[in-house]
């Protein structure tokens, strides 16, 4: 058996438009939709970015970009490329989140909870100690 190592596509951004000429064409013709073009800033911006999810990422994109197209040029809203918060705002969420588990003992949930403080879902609360990997029980009296 023999390794293949493919390298990501961040690595490849010459591989970019022939990717998106290829996918364009594909799930054009699955909605029915006659696409000719590609703006030119879309394709800069699909070539520039991270592609954190691969392939993968690049196929969701063009599909929405085809199923939201409504002319023959296709383009994308730069929103849709998820850009990575830069650190400090992650070190100012960490913080904002540690200073309200901090203040409500550890709490996550609850009207006197961190979460009813921060004013978000529970869910997103726990879901970003996860994501930022808060240690939520050292914050708890012991």
Do not use: H
């Amino acid at each position: 058996m023999v390794p293949i190592t493919v390298p990501a596509l961040r690595e490849r951004a010459d591989d970019v438009p022939v990717l998106v000429e290829y996918l364009v064409e594909r799930f054009a013709t699955r909605a029915g939709k006659k696409i000719t073009r590609i703006d030119k800033r879309t394709m800069a911006l699909l070539q520039a970015y991270d592609w954190p999810g691969n392939v993968r990422e690049l196929q969701n994109v063009i599909e929405r970009a085809v199923v939201l197209c409504e002319s023959e040029t296709l383009a994308i809203d730069d929103a849709w490329l998820k850009v990575k918060a830069p650190p400090a705002a992650v070190d100012q969420e960490r913080a904002t989140i540690e200073a309200a588990l901090a203040a409500t003992k550890g709490r996550v949930a609850g009207p006197k909870g961190a979460a009813t403080k921060l004013g978000m879902p529970r869910q997103t609360l726990d879901s970003k100690i996860r994501t930022l990997r808060i240690d939520k029980l050292k914050f708890r009296p012991r």
